[in-house]
């Protein structure tokens, strides 16, 4: 084999993975020609969309929101070498737990509520994910197929409750009561006008600073950790890690339970923050988009906050963008959502041969010129 | 009604909704035993069905809209293979990101087309597939039992649930008693053997898939233009599961899946028929329950509690050739 250069950090997560980001934003591109718009058109409403006027960056952000708690809840198993596709269904049992803490523990004053209402969401999807990673660890059953038989076994399961245990009597709609008025999460624009400072009412809720305080926690647990270290070192290689005297078995339900209890977080933004009661499918793919966050973040917090932003903006611009040029639904946004999945992370191998080749004739053309 | 009657009614909606599961978790096996994850099922039922649909609107021939979801999905099947096979990719990501990537784009194109909010404009009679009835069925309906069977649940079908139902022994045949199968069996168990032998394991996982994409495509067109009478937004939903669902159930292979797929398909029936029906001694029955029941079931068998489902050994693992 000819002589190849190991490739700098910067191009290794940095550049290849913008590259394939860029092929995919192309694509999308055509896609928009294909059926008769201006890219540029659709850009330019995407940005205004997203960041142009000040109620937009709120809506931006609570999306964001979303999408960090299901990328590292995506990470932390994918660190374990797992791939749990449950996301979806761990939020929406999650969100089970929030609503029935918040429903029937209303006395509660709210400080106290808020962290009943995370260990019941934490707790509710955490069980959900169990299930999966015992099957996984004890008995192999591929924790992929299980995790989406688990997601459609939540979504009936659901169903089956809000229309016949949590809809209040008298009540059509299948969705829980609501959930008391100071049991809600407070508004990051009540925040911020109770401290003087104007600001647009958006749906943003105090769950946004949640989310940084859990990245870095994830980060710290990941890297910095024991546990963390153990997780990592399955995720590399279970056979050296039994070697190195860990149970991969054990790390396995660890790992996939925190992934469940982060993705539950979702619940936390979606139910005490926005909603306030509990919808049919109030995930609405949340689930899935955390797969192409972590894969484009490459799994660490600080990545999956800036694919997360980039998808909140996605989100929030696309709803722009099907309200300004009706032949573009927010289904363009789906579809973009689906080539970044496919080009940063099926075919995130595509440019990396071609990449070290040609880093690797410039890095031997420069040592030539030093030597001569 | 007859209870026998009632039986016999289910029994011929098990074989309508049980025909696309068949179809897909056929396509499935012929991916996977060759050791490509098939996860894209959901995503190219619903390509296969949205081209079906659009194109039979066009062309008004419901065999031209079956080629165009066949061309779709084999397009759909090699890009699947582009990123796995080739590039050596994510398989289950590959696959997630084809079932979400079609999601958007038929609606999106959907939109773009006919603008009827991501639906295909509905399909004339001569545009859509339609049931073949077996001569003298009307004349022996009469005929106690048998009759019954013959008319109701043997004849007056689509040809694609005919095709479904023969292409389980053709797919056990071609897997088990032919070249081609032995090759595609070992490329899913030891591609290395396979290789030294002589015979190249990307080029036999293509054909694995391309074969793949053919059977998936079948039974894209079959929601759209013989159950249904046009393209609805996710319409399949979570059909490509399902078969995934039951091609595990069926340990990767042709009769058992065939069987699991029968079993889905009909708790899939019972439960539109059972809605809201009241059984002595039961009560209620919860719908939910029933639908969640091929999922709850698949665990189960995963877990090991029903036999042992032991896929390919090479599944989901790239084959990278020694150098």
């Known amino acids: 084999m000819s002589k190849t250069v190991e490739l700098p950090r910067w191009i290794d997560v940095g550049a290849l993975p913008l590259l394939n980001l860029l092929l995919a934003l192309v694509v999308s591109g055509l896609v928009v020609l294909a059926i008769g718009e201006n890219p540029i058109q659709v850009v330019e409403i995407l940005l205004y969309g997203a960041f142009g006027y000040e109620e937009a960056w709120g809506y931006t952000l609570y999306y ?33 737990g929030v609503t029935l803490a918040a429903l029937y523990l209303d006395f509660l004053p709210f400080p106290i509520m808020l962290v009943v209402a995370m260990l019941a969401a934490m707790i509710f999807g955490a069980a959900w994910a169990y299930i999966p990673a015992y099957l996984q660890a004890r008995r192999g059953s591929h924790v992929v197929i299980t995790t989406i038989m688990f ?8 169903v089956y409750l809000l229309v016949n245990v949590l809809r209040p009597e008298g009540s059509m709609t299948p969705e829980s009561e609501q959930i008391a008025e100071h049991l809600r999460l407070p508004f990051i624009h009540d925040i911020a006008g109770a401290l003087g400072i104007e600001m647009a009412s958006s749906p943003l809720n105090l769950s946004f600073v949640y989310a940084i305080v859990i990245s870095v926690m994830v980060w710290l ?15 590399a290689n279970a056979v050296a890690a039994t070697y190195a005297g860990l149970e991969p078995g054990r790390f396995i339900i660890i790992a996939m339970m925190i992934s469940g209890a982060l993705s539950s977080f979702v619940a936390l933004n979606e139910v005490m923050g926005v909603q306030h009661r509990l919808l049919i499918d109030f995930t609405a793919g949340y689930g899935f988009v955390g797969i192409a966050v972590a894969l484009m973040g490459r799994n660490h917090p600080f990545g999956i906050f800036l694919a997360a932003l980039l998808f909140g903006m996605l989100y929030q611009g696309g709803a722009e963008l099907s309200f300004e040029i009706p032949t573009i639904s927010n289904d363009m946004v789906v579809v973009i959502q689906g080539l970044v999945i496919l080009f940063t992370g099926a075919m995130e191998h595509m440019f990396r041969p071609r990449v070290t080749k040609i880093y690797t004739a410039w890095r031997l053309h420069q040592d030539a010129g030093e030597a001569a | ?32 035993r060759s050791g490509t994850i098939n996860l894209a099922l959901e995503g190219m039922m619903l390509g296969g069905a949205f081209s079906a649909a659009a194109v039979a609107f066009y062309v008004g021939s419901p065999w031209v809209g079956l080629l165009a979801a066949i061309a779709t999905t084999i397009a759909l099947s090699l890009l699947h293979g582009f990123a796995c096979i080739t590039h050596k990719g994510n398989q289950v990501v590959s ?39 077996f001569p003298g069925a009307d004349a022996v309906q009469d005929v106690p039992v048998l009759g019954l069977i013959y008319s109701e649940l043997l004849s007056g079908h689509n040809i694609l649930v005919y095709v479904a139902f023969l292409a389980v022994p053709a797919a056990w045949w071609v897997m088990y008693r032919t070249r081609f199968g032995l090759r595609l069996r070992a490329v899913g168990e030891n591609p290395g053997a396979v290789d030294t032998a002589g015979i190249g394991v990307v080029a036999m996982r293509y054909r694995a898939v391309i074969c793949s994409g053919v059977l998936v495509g079948m039974s894209g067109a079959y929601l759209s233009t013989a159950q249904g009478a046009s393209f609805l937004q996710d319409m399949t939903a979570g059909k490509g599961y399902i078969a995934l669902a039951a091609m595990v159930f069926g340990k990767w292979r042709p009769f058992p899946a065939l069987a699991a797929c029968l079993l889905f398909g009909f708790l899939d029936a019972a439960a539109t028929r059972l809605q809201g029906v009241v059984l002595p001694g039961i009560g209620e029955v919860p719908v939910q329950l029933v639908q969640a029941l091929p999922y709850i079931l698949t665990v189960i068998l995963l877990a090991g509690f029903i036999g042992r489902a032991i896929p390919p050994k090479a599944l989901g693992r790239a084959y990278v050739k020694e150098r």
């Open chain 1, 221 to 235: 647990f990941i890297w910095h950790t024991r546990w963390g270290y153990a997780i990592r070192t399955v995720g």
């Open chain 1, 64 to 96: 964001t929101t979303n999408f960090i708690f299901t990328g590292l809840a995506f990470a932390v198993a994918f660190h374990c070498g797992l791939f749990n596709i449950g996301a979806e269904g761990q939020a929406y049992i999650g969100g089970l």
């Open chain 2, 1 to 32: 009604m007859d209870t026998f009657q009632l039986i016999i009614l289910l029994l011929d909606a098990t074989l309508r909704t049980s025909t696309p599961l068949i179809l897909a978790a056929l396509a499935g096996m012929f991916s996977e």
């Open chain 2, 95 to 133: 696959g997630m990101a084809i079932n979400i990537l079609m999601s958007g784009l038929t609606a999106l194109v959907g939109i773009a087309l006919f603008a009827q909010g991501g639906k295909t404009p509905a399909l004339d009679k001569g545009s859509r597939f339609q049931p073949i009835t």
């Open chain 1, 151 to 158: 997601n459609f076994i939540a979504s009936s399961l659901m």
